[in-house]
T-cell receptor
Framework: GENVEQHPSTLSVQEGDSAVIKCTYS??????FPWYKQELGKRPQLIID?????GEKKDQRIAVTLNKTAKHFSLHITETQPEDSAVYFC??????????FGKGTRLHILP | DADVTQTPRNRITKTGKRIMLECSQT?????MYWYRQDPGLGLRLIYY???????NKGEISDGYSVSRQAQAKFSLSLESAIPNQTALYFC?????????????FGPGTRLTVL
């Protein structure tokens, strides 16, 4: 079955700098790659997703890139702000099957 | 997301007790899931259901059972609770006909087994 590895487990960046979180997946049939953000004490919520027919997607300060050949995808957050502090989860799915999550990255934005 | 609700929100119980966690949704989604969240371990899938007659084990189903009573309701049971089942439990839904598998999570149930 699918296995999703996420790195790093913890990331600290200065406010205003960029943050990058990386994930790899094992199932070449996976075609949907969402990213979820979980603020402290709250539920995970989708922030951006990408499908296998697209290499990059942007939404304001966040972007996701996908390399199907290498089976890895990354989340990029630019001009980080205090409200970006949270746990971020990547995930992979074949669309017709369950979704598998990575173990999460705790992002700290330092003042 | 108020469309996915979980009861109870917090529960403290003792080892050996039977516990049921309930999830309801008004989103009209076919697919429902139960996840467990432990620090450093992310979201691990316990069980999932793609429609009322479909039940599937996830990666950590031992010690748990589920019931899909209706399209809108999916309950998780711990037949005999043990301390290492202390965790935060999330229910989620997704729409099989929608754009991909976007998951909509409930607010979570914090379960403590003493």
């Amino acid at each position: 079955g699918e296995n999703v590895e996420q790195h790093p487990s913890t990331l600290s960046v200065q406010e205003g700098d960029s943050a990058v979180i990386k994930c790899t997946y094992s199932d070449s049939a996976s075609n949907y790659f969402p990213w979820y953000k979980q603020e402290l004490g709250k539920r995970p919520q989708l922030i951006i997703d990408i499908r296998s027919n697209v290499g990059e997607k942007k939404d304001q300060r966040i972007a996701v890139t996908l390399n199907k050949t290498a089976k890895h995808f990354s989340l990029h957050i630019t001009e980080t702000q205090p409200e970006d502090s949270a746990v971020y989860f990547c995930a992979a799915s074949r669309g017709d099957d369950k979704i598998i999550f990575g173990k999460g990255t705790r992002l700290h934005i330092l003042p | 997301d108020a469309d996915v609700t979980q009861t109870p929100r917090n529960r403290i119980t003792k080892t050996g007790k039977r516990i049921m966690l309930e999830c309801s949704q008004t989103k009209g989604h076919d697919r429902m899931y139960w996840y467990r969240q432990d620090p450093g371990l992310g979201l691990r899938l316990i069980y999932y259901s793609f429609d009322v007659k479909d039940i599937n084990k996830g990666e950590i189903s031992d010690g748990y059972s589920v019931s899909r009573q209706a399209q809108a309701k999916f309950s998780l049971s711990l037949e005999s609770a043990i301390p290492n089942q202390t965790a935060l439990y999330f229910c989620a839904t997704s729409d099989s006909g929608g754009p991909g598998d976007t998951q909509y999570f409930g607010p979570g149930t914090r379960l403590t087994v003493l």
